[in-house]
């Protein structure tokens, strides 16, 4: 079996007035850079690379600088393949969009396996320790016309808060650090209000603070109790800021979506960043780079939570990697989030999480069921793929 076929697709969703703020930057719309492989044997496998960045850049990487390399290679062999890449790249790549690219890559390449030994990924990997994963809903960022004022956008925030209970969510994340930290405390107190204390609450302040304030805003949300993890307090490079803060607060510190590859996530585990690693698998390196920071992870019995954005390619393989999660540490009856894995569920609109693929990802009781089909364990619907695509591109 030989590829014979790359393609890459950028879908893109503008949102209009659903548009949203992180601490960092607006998202005017929603996009995602799809990868199709196919082999001369007629399979095809489906990947996604990269998260919120632009998708040209990594679409261009695959195009120009790895498809000559993958093009007319066997697909099984994908750890050489993997390996190939990255050496042809490290010299100006190593982050970024080369890594995404890769990612892509090597996802589509673990959906054809799959799909030749009819396998799902996770059975491939060793085996499943679940066949459900409880869900954490991603929200609560900054919206409404004027996004500044927290008081105006206060009841809209309380009210999205309460409809995730309403549809079964027990645990949710809370977007922090576009504001002074007085006024997300605000919201953060008002939405602990709203859902009262069985409702388990995660911040993420998409590294917006230096040391000092995020300390400051430690020790108050310490004082606010519940918070049960800190996501990205501090900037992805500074390491030594976030080994500060994880020596100085009770509230479990997590990050890694920004980070890649093994090379990347040693230095955030031999300094002892995190207490939560959270690799994105469209962003890390794909399935094959996500299973060796998983065991280095497991050297350091630091629990891996993946990052899960992107569309429905994204959260199909993600389930499968979260299929193959040991708890951390083993117990008779694991405890989600304290050592049963979760899922983040982005609630953020996105009809390419939502609606391309064919039997579409439905919360059950709080949890979302893990595809059992070769591969990712997904078909996509070709009407949808049409209907976003932007942009096509085939290399062959
Ligand atoms: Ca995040």
Redesign the pocket.
Known sequence: MKISCIETFILRVPLGKERFYSSQTAFPERNSLLVRIETDTGIVGWGEGGQYGPPEPPAACIHYVLAPLLLHQDPMNRAVLWERMYGLTRDFGQKGPYIDALSGVDIALWDIVGKETELSISNLLGGRFREEVRAYATGHYYRGEDVYDYRKNLSALVEEAKGYVKQGFTILKVKIGLLPIDEDLFRLKAIREAVGPEIKILV?A?HAYNVGIARRLCQEMEQLGGILWF??PVPPEDYEGYRLLRSETSIPIAGG?CEFTRFGFRELFTRGCLDIAQPDLCACGGISEFRIIQGMAGAFHIPVIP?VWGSAVALAASLQVIATLPPFPYTALPVPLENEPIIEYDRNPNPLRDSLALHPFKLQEGKLTIPNAPGIGIELDPTVLKEYTVAHQRSS
């Open positions: 993420d998409n996501e990205e979506e990052h």
